[in-house]
């Protein structure tokens, strides 16, 4: 089990940083952009965001794979082979809290499985607070698009 607290800590704290590390890049490219239409750099920042989370989602999936085929503290069940696939459709099924249950850890991988979610949900919840920062300085309704005209 204790193996399994390790990993888990060290996949928090990654993707905690590479969350933090890419959306400053994703604002320094907003500030510094000459984009005619503000609405792209909202578009752009979507697109961005996206990416951070399948990168943290595949970090998550290497660490099921670590866990379970390096240092093997646990296994899949519900699939007759566990193939890389698996592993990132597994930990994109957790971060994003879905969980259809047709795929499963067995032993400590179970803790790690169980903290994905809670991070996910904080990281999903800081690129929302993020996107609506963005939208607020860049997104233009249609009486004010006008009068900035």
């Not at 990416?51 to 866990?67: D, V």
């Amino acid at each position: 089990m204790g193996l399994a607290i390790a990993i888990s800590l060290v996949l928090l704290g990654a993707t905690a940083l590479i969350h933090y590390e890419g959306l400053h890049l994703v604002s320094r490219g907003l500030g510094r952009s000459d984009t005619v239409y503000s609405q792209g750099k909202v578009l752009r920042t979507i697109f961005w965001i996206f990416l951070i989370h399948l990168i943290e989602i595949a970090l998550y999936a290497f660490g099921f794979w670590f866990a379970d085929i390096v240092v093997d503290i646990g296994s899949f069940q519900g699939s007759h082979e566990i193939g890389l696939f698996h592993y990132f459709y597994f930990s994109a099924e957790s971060f994003s809290t879905l969980g259809l249950g047709d795929l499963y850890p067995v032993g400590p991988l179970r803790l790690i499985a169980s903290i994905e979610p809670i991070n996910g949900l904080l990281l999903l919840g800081w690129s929302t607070s993020f996107t609506f920062l963005c939208m607020s300085r860049y997104w233009t309704f249609g009486s004010e698009a006008a009068n900035k005209t």
